[in-house]
Structures are given as C-alpha cells and as structure tokens.
C-alpha cells in the first residue's frame, strides 16, 4: 500500500481525473434503456447511489453490453469507497469499450487510490497507447514505476520522456529522487546529518520526507519536515507531507491542521483540494470526517472567492450533510460568479423545490432556461415550481415542453398526468399514469394514483 496519501499523489499529474467531465454516452436504441440510464443519472446527481445503481442495473438486464453503465456503476462504486465492486465495473466497461479514454482514466484512479502502482503502470501503458502525445502520461507512469520501488525501469522512462518530449525541471527533480530512493534506509546518524546541514533546498527535503515516509519512518519524516516549514512557512507541499505523517501516527486532529494550513495557500492547485474533499467524504457516512471536509472546503472558499468550483464543492459538502439551506448558498454563489455550470442550476432548483421555495424556483428556472433551453429537466422543475405555486396553466405548458425535449421520460410523462388531473382531465390524467408505468417507472405512488384513479401528493 502506497504511504503518504496527500503528498505523494502529488507526484502523479491530475491527468487522470475524471470526474469533472464524463464520457459521452454512445446512442441507445431503446428507448427503455435511455430512461433508465436517465434515471440513474437523476438519482446520482441526488447522490441516491443505490437507486442509482438498482437503474443501471436494471439497464444491463436489457443491454448487457452497455460500457457506459458499467462506467457509472464503477463511478458510484467509487465515490462509495467500494474499490473492488468499482474495479470490476470499470473493468468489464474497459473490455467492451477498449478505445474509450475516460474508463482507463477511471481505472487509473482507482490504482492510485489503492496503491497499485504495478496495475497503474499497465493502465498508463494502455493510455500512451491512445493519446501518445499527452506527456503527463509517460510522467506518471515512470513516477508510478518509482513509487513501486522499479528505480531503472522509472530511469529508462524518464529518458523517453525526455527524448520525446525534450528537458525540464520536473524531470531533473524525477531523476533525483531515484538517485535518493535507492539507500534502502536512512539510519539515525544519516537523518541527523541532514538536520545539522545548512540545507535550504526545500524540495530535497521533502523529497527525503517522502522517502523516509515510504520506509515508515514517520518520526524522522516529521523532524525533516519541520526543518523544511521552518524554511518555508508557506509551502503547501510541506504541509501535506505533514498532514501524511501525522495520520501515520494517529494524531489526526494535527494531520487536520496540516490540511488546512495547505488549504489556505492559494497556491495549492483548486483540483487537489477537490480531490482529497471528495476523498474525505468517500466510503461509509463518517461524521468526523463529514465535518473534516466541510472545515476543508469552507477553507477552500476562502482561499479562492473568485473560483465557482470551490463554492459548488461546498455546496455538494453541505447538501450530504443535509443542510440545505446552506447548500443552496453556495451553489447560488458559484452561479453569480459564472452562469455556465450546468449541473449546479439543476441542485439548486432541486434545493429549492425540496424546500418549498416554488417562486423562487420559478424565476431560478427561468434564468436557467435563457442559459441552457434545451434541458427538458429545467421545463420539468419549473413545471414543479408553477404548479405549487398554483399556476397550473403554466405548468402545462412548462411540463409539455419538457416532453418535447423527451418524449418517453416516465418523470415527465407521470408528472404530465399529475397536472393534467390537477386541471381536471382525470381520464387522460390516468393515461398518462399508465403511460408512465409503461415507459419503466414502478414507484410505490405511481401504483396507488393508478390503482385509486387519483392524485397523490
């Protein structure tokens, strides 16, 4: 298992993320399975991971050879902390769909997570082989060879970069600590003699803490390290080191302060602070680690105001944590800045009508609409909003247009039926129930409006 979670994940590029854009879904024939992959989509974006993952499931009984459901089960896995379940997803979807650039993305991240750094070599082997123009590729995999403890074959890999690609810094710095790594321990005297030196390089420092992590010698790490911060106060990389060490030694209120200490410098890259949020906040419902996260991100907020990824990182902290109303400040703020997230207008308005703040929604809805009218989703939450807010005409013509963008969506189509009967027209609106039904929708409610040829609120 690799040692030093936050710092040496450093030394793998953020090349691998995959997160923030997902691979395009391949056309589906039948319209069954694009509502049923519409729905896990839905229930993701609600985190509902198990409903989400019972519609994909559902989905691989009809097309089993969906690469694309593979990758969401393999992401909700993921986020879930269910590395094996995740890693057999991503798989199966690599073996159907081999070309597709994001599922060996999410393969990689998994390795890094895990410590595989064997199986994260062949996963960037398959990468160069699909983008052999992307440098950060052949990086990553010497650095992965090197933390696997392969020093000539990280050597030979660097010199390909670097024929290849041509010189740089990062590559030099590479080389050294392969020239580091190879004393198989630093006795006390060896970690004595580096405290005593005049030393000012900071990056060797943290390069011999990291070293010095690896082999499990977190006491002396932690005495280089604290030389290191007394150089350079500022040094993000210096405190994630430490936040390492200290969560080796089980003093986890000190590895937190580590952490935030990093989180305030600006110049800690906004993707890392993301990534080890996201982190925090995988696995089963931990409420210190909850709370770690949100200090984590309102930090973040702090250190980057002018960045809508940090507030909507907030947000996403505070809706787990059901605070709401909360959540719906962030995600608002992230909208003043740009109005060009997609998926952040969608938990707002979700936000909104959850809490029953329909005029709201309403003018939310519109602004949404100018930015993106093409999102039936959008007329299906103004529909919600106007017909709470008893304007029901206009929630027919709002809940109409969102079926003309999607005309099988079985939430459109059972929510036609609700205005509809709303309005009067309980024939048709029990046709629509029905319709519902039909398209792959079988809630608990949609039976009962059907069984008692009614309206349930």
């Keep these: 298992m690799m040692k030093g979670k936050w710092f040496l994940m450093l030394m793998l590029s953020c090349s691998t993320a995959v997160f923030a854009q997902e691979p395009v879904v391949s056309a589906l024939d039948s319209m069954a399975v694009k509502t049923l992959f519409f729905a896990g989509l839905k229930e993701k974006l609600n985190e509902n991971y198990p409903k989400a993952a019972e519609n994909f499931d559902r989905l691989l009984k009809i097309d089993p050879d969906n690469s694309a459901a593979y990758f969401e089960i393999a992401t909700l896995n993921y986020r879930q902390n269910k590395l094996m379940e995740s890693e057999m997803a991503i798989k199966k979807a690599t073996s159907l769909n081999p070309n597709n650039v994001w599922y060996w993305k999410l393969l990689a991240e998994l390795y890094k997570r895990k410590g595989d750094m064997d199986n994260l070599v062949g996963v ?15 990086f990553d995999r010497s650095n992965a060879l090197l ?71 977190n006491a002396e790490a932690l005495a280089v390290l604290k030389k290191a911060s007394e150089l350079e106060p500022d040094n993000f990389e210096v405190d994630l080191a430490m936040a390492d060490v200290y969560g080796a030694l089980k003093n986890n209120a000190d ?65 787990q944590q059901g605070n709401l109303q909360g959540a719906l400040t962030q995600f608002q703020s992230a909208l003043k800045i740009t109005d060009q997230l997609y998926a952040v207008w969608e938990q707002v308005l979700n936000i909104q009508t959850s809490l029953g703040l329909y005029k709201d929604a309403i003018k939310t809805a519109d602004d949404a609409l100018t930015v993106y009218p093409n999102q039936a989703i959008l007329y299906y939450y103004m529909a919600v909003a106007l017909q709470n807010d008893n304007q029901n005409a206009q929630a027919l013509t709002n809940i109409k247009a969102a079926l003309q963008l999607d005309a099988e969506n079985p939430l459109y189509i059972e929510y036609y039926g609700d205005v509809l009967f709303l309005k009067g027209d309980k024939e048709l609106a029990l046709a629509q129930w029905k319709k519902a039904k039909s398209a792959g929708s079988d809630s608990e409610k949609l039976n009962k409006k059907i069984n008692e040829k009614k309206y349930i609120q």
Excluded: C, W
């Design 124 to 138: 960037f082997d398959k990468l160069i082989a699909l983008s052999p123009d992307e440098d950060s590729y052949y």
């Design 147 to 217: 933390l696997a403890g392969k020093e000539e074959e990280a050597l030979k890999g660097y010199d390909l970069l670097e024929k290849k690609f041509g010189p740089s810094d990062a590559l030099t710095e590479a080389r050294q600590r392969v020239s580091m790594s190879k004393d198989d321990v630093f006795d006390k005297n060896a970690v004595e003699k580096i405290l005593a030196e005049d030393v000012k390089d900071v990056k060797r420092l943290l390069y011999t803490s990291g070293l010095l992590i690896q082999k499990n010698q």
């Design 255 to 319: 590895a937190q302060l580590s952490l935030k200490k990093a989180f305030e410098s600006p110049m800690m890259p906004i993707d890392q602070k993301v990534k080890i949020v996201v982190m925090l906040l995988g696995g089963k419902k931990n409420q210190l680690r909850m709370n770690d996260a949100a200090e984590l991100a309102m930090v973040a907020v702090k250190a980057h105001p002018d960045d809508p990824k940090v507030f909507a990182l907030y947000g996403d902290v505070l809706y």
